[in-house]
Nanobody
Framework: QVQLAESGGGLVQAGGSLRLSCAAS????????MGWFRQAPGKERESVAA????????YYADSVKGRFTISRDNAKNKVYLQMNSLKPEDTAVYYC????????????????????WGQGTQVTVSS
Protein backbone atom coordinates (compact mmCIF):
# COMPACT_ATOMS: atom_id res chain seq x y z
CA GLN A 1 0.00 0.00 0.00
CA VAL A 2 1.16 3.51 -0.78
CA GLN A 3 -0.29 7.01 -0.54
CA LEU A 4 0.71 9.70 -3.02
CA ALA A 5 0.60 13.49 -2.75
CA GLU A 6 1.46 15.89 -5.58
CA SER A 7 2.71 19.45 -5.16
CA GLY A 8 4.36 22.20 -7.17
CA GLY A 9 1.57 23.20 -9.51
CA GLY A 10 0.68 26.80 -10.21
CA LEU A 11 0.26 29.52 -12.80
CA VAL A 12 3.05 30.14 -15.29
CA GLN A 13 3.40 31.99 -18.59
CA ALA A 14 3.99 30.13 -21.82
CA GLY A 15 7.66 29.28 -22.18
CA GLY A 16 8.15 29.07 -18.44
CA SER A 17 8.99 26.15 -16.18
CA LEU A 18 7.57 24.28 -13.22
CA ARG A 19 8.73 21.28 -11.22
CA LEU A 20 6.10 18.96 -9.83
CA SER A 21 6.79 16.64 -6.92
CA CYS A 22 5.05 13.49 -5.79
CA ALA A 23 5.68 12.34 -2.24
CA ALA A 24 4.96 8.70 -1.42
CA SER A 25 4.32 7.13 1.94
CA UNK A 26 5.79 3.88 3.18
CA UNK A 27 9.17 2.18 3.17
CA UNK A 28 8.96 0.29 -0.13
CA UNK A 29 8.88 3.17 -2.59
CA UNK A 30 11.59 1.65 -4.78
CA UNK A 31 9.31 -1.32 -5.47
CA UNK A 32 6.84 0.90 -7.35
CA UNK A 33 6.93 1.81 -11.01
CA MET A 34 5.79 5.44 -11.20
CA GLY A 35 3.95 7.53 -13.75
CA TRP A 36 2.59 11.01 -14.34
CA PHE A 37 -0.78 11.64 -15.99
CA ARG A 38 -2.78 14.78 -16.67
CA GLN A 39 -6.39 15.67 -17.25
CA ALA A 40 -7.79 18.86 -18.74
CA PRO A 41 -11.44 19.88 -18.25
CA GLY A 42 -13.74 17.82 -20.42
CA LYS A 43 -10.94 15.51 -21.57
CA GLU A 44 -9.79 12.02 -20.69
CA ARG A 45 -6.84 11.49 -18.41
CA GLU A 46 -3.73 11.02 -20.54
CA SER A 47 -0.25 9.72 -19.93
CA VAL A 48 2.66 12.15 -19.61
CA ALA A 49 5.71 10.20 -18.43
CA ALA A 50 6.84 7.20 -16.41
CA UNK A 51 10.00 6.01 -14.67
CA UNK A 52 11.19 2.55 -13.69
CA UNK A 53 11.98 1.33 -10.18
CA UNK A 54 15.57 2.62 -9.98
CA UNK A 55 15.14 5.46 -12.46
CA UNK A 56 17.12 3.75 -15.20
CA UNK A 57 14.33 3.80 -17.77
CA UNK A 58 12.03 6.69 -18.63
CA TYR A 59 9.07 7.02 -20.96
CA TYR A 60 7.38 10.09 -22.42
CA ALA A 61 4.34 11.01 -24.42
CA ASP A 62 5.23 12.50 -27.80
CA SER A 63 3.60 15.78 -26.80
CA VAL A 64 6.14 16.39 -24.01
CA LYS A 65 9.34 14.80 -25.32
CA GLY A 66 12.25 17.20 -25.13
CA ARG A 67 10.40 19.50 -22.73
CA PHE A 68 9.57 17.37 -19.67
CA THR A 69 11.88 15.21 -17.57
CA ILE A 70 10.75 12.59 -15.06
CA SER A 71 13.06 11.48 -12.26
CA ARG A 72 12.90 9.83 -8.86
CA ASP A 73 14.77 9.92 -5.58
CA ASN A 74 14.06 6.69 -3.76
CA ALA A 75 15.89 7.88 -0.63
CA LYS A 76 13.32 10.68 -0.35
CA ASN A 77 10.32 8.67 -1.58
CA LYS A 78 9.72 11.25 -4.30
CA VAL A 79 9.09 11.43 -8.02
CA TYR A 80 9.58 14.65 -9.96
CA LEU A 81 8.37 16.07 -13.23
CA GLN A 82 10.46 18.96 -14.51
CA MET A 83 8.41 20.86 -17.08
CA ASN A 84 10.16 23.34 -19.37
CA SER A 85 8.98 25.36 -22.37
CA LEU A 86 5.41 25.10 -21.14
CA LYS A 87 2.55 25.63 -23.56
CA PRO A 88 -1.09 26.57 -22.92
CA GLU A 89 -2.10 23.05 -24.00
CA ASP A 90 -0.16 21.70 -21.00
CA THR A 91 -2.82 23.20 -18.72
CA ALA A 92 -4.35 20.36 -16.71
CA VAL A 93 -4.52 18.68 -13.35
CA TYR A 94 -1.43 16.52 -13.03
CA TYR A 95 -1.52 13.21 -11.16
CA CYS A 96 1.17 10.81 -10.08
CA UNK A 97 0.45 7.10 -10.05
CA UNK A 98 2.10 3.92 -8.79
CA UNK A 99 2.06 0.19 -9.52
CA UNK A 100 3.83 -2.43 -7.35
CA UNK A 101 6.69 -4.49 -8.72
CA UNK A 102 4.86 -7.82 -8.60
CA UNK A 103 2.44 -6.61 -11.26
CA UNK A 104 3.54 -7.05 -14.87
CA UNK A 105 3.91 -3.74 -16.68
CA UNK A 106 2.21 -4.17 -20.03
CA UNK A 107 1.79 -0.49 -20.88
CA UNK A 108 3.40 2.45 -19.12
CA UNK A 109 0.87 4.81 -20.67
CA UNK A 110 -2.23 2.80 -19.72
CA UNK A 111 -4.27 4.14 -16.80
CA UNK A 112 -5.28 0.59 -15.93
CA UNK A 113 -1.63 -0.28 -15.24
CA UNK A 114 -1.58 1.79 -12.07
CA UNK A 115 -3.15 0.87 -8.75
CA UNK A 116 -2.57 4.04 -6.72
CA TRP A 117 -3.19 7.70 -7.55
CA GLY A 118 -2.55 11.05 -5.92
CA GLN A 119 -5.09 13.84 -5.56
CA GLY A 120 -3.63 15.95 -8.35
CA THR A 121 -2.08 19.40 -8.65
CA GLN A 122 -3.27 22.14 -11.00
CA VAL A 123 -0.95 23.48 -13.69
CA THR A 124 -2.14 26.52 -15.63
CA VAL A 125 -0.12 27.94 -18.52
CA SER A 126 -1.15 31.35 -19.81
CA SER A 127 -0.45 32.64 -23.31
Amino acid sequence: QVQLAESGGGLVQAGGSLRLSCAASGRTFSSYFMGWFRQAPGKERESVAAVSWRGGSTYYADSVKGRFTISRDNAKNKVYLQMNSLKPEDTAVYYCAAVPSYKKITGWDDRATYDYWGQGTQVTVSS
